[in-house]
């Protein structure tokens, strides 16, 4: 089994799946049109984490405006911003959500256009800003040292390199999804897809292992209130009580 992770590799399996039957391939967070039966996908709902960020910042903003910064403005990563807002307008209704996206030649990877973004959104009021800009993500965590705002990040536990900064986190379970995906290509399946969301492990927040919040280092173990909200709203999640749309498909 060969394992591919990113957007890059879908042309080159397009083109390299066909002409090696014999190995499977498996890209995580990204499939293709007419797989082989040799190509698996693996992807996850990253909109359940981003609305559990929502829920959080809806319910400790203090300027009752909130932002996102992400990388580009594409239909993927309104898994991030829209699942965001959907998460904040359910708790406080009112509530404003500003997003700017970063551009440029290198959305993923430019720490000083994300901070100059997250700045401008803490000066229209954004007290919280929850940022998905992959590599700009710590210019957006330099932006809130310096501007007194909070931050809520994405995929990783970023809270030990930048204590007193993050909220909580939209947590991406790769190792989840991998050994999921795996178990069911030596199984003998052909062309495997699965999503995997809150539901089945493959994402999640800091607030939602109660146990390990404290050593988390992130603030949200400071909002107990606010834990076990995004708990609660995890497992309604979880068991279909709250329906949520892929954002990438209403764009």
Known sequence: VVVVLGFEFSDILKDLAPTAPDTQFLIVDQCIEDQPDNVHCAVFREY??????????G???ESDTVGVVSALDIPFLHRYTDGYAQGVKSVKPDAKVEVRWVGGENPFSDPVRAKEQAIALNAAGADLIYTATSGGD?????????KGFKAFAVDVNHCPAVPGVIIDQ???RVDVA??????AILAGEKKTFMALGIKEGGVGAVALDEAGMADSKCLIADYPEVAAKMREVAAQIADGTIELKDPMFAN
């Open 48 to 57: 359940e984490a981003s609305y559990l960020m929502g829920v959080a910042a």
């Open 59 to 61: 319910m400790i903003t």
């Open 138 to 146: 710590f210019g957006v965590f330099e932006a809130a040292k310096e």
């Open 170 to 172: 939209s947590l991406k």
């Open 178 to 183: 991998l050994g999921t995906a795996v178990d």
